[in-house]
Nanobody
Framework: QVQLVESGGGLVQAGGSLRLSCGAS????????MGWFRQAPGKEREFVAAINRSGRSTYYADSVKGRFTISRDNAKNTVYLQMNSLKPEDTAVYYC????????????????WGQGTHVTVSS
């Protein structure tokens, strides 16, 4: 069992930056690949980024590639999402999730989810 808690969301102007954090409980954090997803009002949840267990491999949606960076610190049981050059279309609730399956891009493959943190980007 893994419990995930996101933080770091808020209101930012277009072009600004935010850093999301996701802390995990338990001593098996390094056993999971981790992902970030987002869901905007009226839209389906979509993949944003993922990182493998060691942190050596990362994966991004085309819409955030070059602007967002995912990283993890297994000693701190934490995964991060650094978001730069934010756009109004990045406005959403952002969720972190833990995965054992290796199917990083698919929400249904993730076993554990946080409660989400709101990100609002004003134009």
């Amino acid at each position: 069992q893994v419990q995930l808690v996101e933080s770091g969301g808020g209101l930012v102007q277009a072009g600004g930056s935010l850093r999301l954090s996701c802390g995990a409980s338990g001593r098996t954090f390094s056993s999971y690949a981790m992902g970030w997803f987002r869901q905007a009002p009226g839209k389906e949840r979509e993949f944003v980024a993922a990182i493998n267990r060691s942190g050596r491999s990362t994966y991004y949606a085309d819409s955030v590639k070059g602007r967002f960076t995912i990283s993890r610190d297994n000693a701190k049981n934490t995964v991060y999402l650094q978001m730069n050059s934010l756009k109004p279309e990045d406005t959403a609730v952002y969720y972190c999730a833990a995965d054992l399956s290796g199917n990083y891009y698919y929400a249904h493959a993730y076993a554990y989810w946080g409660q989400g943190t709101h990100v609002t980007v004003s134009s």
